[in-house]
């Protein structure tokens, strides 16, 4: 099963930039190997199921280490037989607007 996600998390006890934070969560997605496209308010990867969900817990893992409250939002959209998604659904409309 394809899956797209939409993850943003971050620590909600650390004060006003969360960049560091942030940059610390892209890098675990970025070397988890699955493909993602990185937004100004989260963070969309495509994988299957476990390898996203796993991808997941390592971010909050990873923030977890030094964070006392985090916040997390997460939206899936998952569809057999999907190749490609994350740059599909976004082709598939900006075609539309030509």
């Known amino acids: 099963m394809s899956v797209i996600a939409e993850l943003s998390i971050f620590p909600m006890d650390k004060g006003t930039?969360?960049?560091p934070y942030v940059a610390r969560v892209v890098t675990v997605i970025k070397q988890s190997g699955l493909a993602y496209d990185f937004g100004s308010m989260g963070t969309t990867m495509e994988g299957e199921w476990d390898e996203v969900m796993?991808?997941?817990s390592a971010?909050?893992?990873e923030l977890e280490q030094d964070c006392d409250r985090i916040y997390l939002?997460?939206?899936v959209d998952s569809r057999k037989s999907?190749?490609?998604?994350?740059?599909g659904k976004t082709?598939?409309?900006?075609?539309?607007l030509r």
């Open 17 to 19: 930039s969360m960049s």
């Open 54 to 56: 796993q991808t997941v």
């Open 59 to 61: 971010c909050y893992k």
């Open 73 to 75: 939002t997460l939206k």
């Open 82 to 87: 999907r190749k490609n998604g994350l740059k």
């Open 91 to 96: 082709e598939s409309v900006a075609a539309k």
